[in-house]
């Protein structure tokens, strides 16, 4: 490769599109010995931009890929804390950005691979987020407002960070309410210096119909494969309902669940319909992005990257 900027590869898309399969796929290609001598590069190490596999024993319900899947290629920001703590942007962009650079000191390309878009910027944009403190005082009061009302005001005061959160998460509107109100600005704002990093933006395409298929077959497969039991465990192990339903989505309905709050059925259809309405938000989210190069296969994606790294 040239001299100058490092190179970053962020492989993004929808949940349920196939990113973390992707990455893998691409890390084993650029990681042959033709490839290595071809682009003057020593392999792949991939880093996860997720903001629910950070979580110690929150495997199935995330989708975190298994040391299988992984095939031997290093991956990093999976298994950081455990799921009793708290973790947020600015940890993730300060530990991500730590990542990134060990991996090009070792001559190798970072992947950064990942759903949630938020983390994502942070790290590529150069944002810079604001460290507000907690306040508690204000946190009492949001607490006490139908979720709703907080989502209404979230998207009057920072419409671009409400369309991407959960808007189902109270506990994440309210820290976004809480940075906007304190900053009195909306997050994040963006820093004018430019990206540290020459980055290449692979986003997977997928159709509507063709999502929701791929979204109901890992829920089944995850069913089947013990997301119930996991979330269990994760309540023996001490953690509260209100936390597990924090999570979102399979944590939220799987708690309802078990708490006898709905059917089995009902949490199968609740959390089915609330994963295609996220798709839809991450959609939206991606969508702003131009420099997101979109593909439908391996093969387009295949030619972008090696094209890429050719050509810088």
Avoid: C
């Avoid at 190179?7 to 796929?25: D, H």
């Avoid at 403190?133 to 709703?148: A, C, H, M, T, Y």
């Avoid at 020459?198 to 829920?219: S, V």
């Avoid at 996991?230 to 399979?250: M, N, P």
């Amino acid at each position: 490769m040239n001299s100058g900027k490092k190179k970053l590869i962020v492989i993004l898309g929808p949940t349920a599109s196939g990113k973390s399969e992707l990455g893998v796929k691409l890390a084993l290609r650029l990681s042959s010995g033709q490839a290595q001598k071809r682009f003057g590069i020593k392999g792949v190490e991939i880093i996860s931009a997720d903001s629910r596999q950070v979580y110690k024993r929150m495997d199935i319900g995330t989708g975190k890929i298994t040391k299988k899947e992984m095939q031997g290629i290093p991956h990093h920001l999976l298994d950081v804390v455990p799921p009793q703590k708290r973790f947020d942007v600015v940890q993730y962009r300060k530990m991500t950005l730590e990542a990134i650079g060990k991996i090009q000191n070792r001559n190798k390309i970072p992947f950064l691979v990942g759903g949630t878009g938020f983390y994502i910027q942070s790290v590529v944009n150069g944002i810079v987020i604001p460290e507000v403190k907690p306040d508690w005082k204000l946190r009492k009061e949001l607490g006490g407002r139908p979720i709703s009302e907080l989502y209404k005001m979230l998207s009057k005061l920072d419409p671009v960070r409400s369309s991407a959160i959960d808007k189902n998460n109270p506990r994440r509107l309210i820290r976004a309410l809480e940075i906007v109100l304190n900053s009195k600005r909306p997050i994040p704002p963006l820093s004018s210096k430019k990206a540290d990093f020459e980055a290449l933006f692979i986003g997977i395409k997928r159709g509507k119909k063709e999502l929701k298929k791929l979204i109901e077959k890992r829920l089944l497969k995850r069913l089947s494969g013990g997301m119930v039991e996991e979330v269990g465990k994760l309540k023996k192990s001490g953690l509260s309902w209100k936390r597990l339903e924090e999570f979102g989505l399979e944590y939220r309905y799987i708690a309802q669940y078990l708490q006898k709050k709905i059917s089995y059925q009902k949490m199968v259809e609740k959390i089915q319909k609330e994963s295609e309405k996220f798709t839809k938000r991450q959609i939206t989210w991606f969508k702003r992005d131009k420099r997101i190069k979109w593909i439908k296969d391996y093969f387009e994606a295949k030619k972008l990257l090696e094209d890429f790294l050719k050509n810088n």
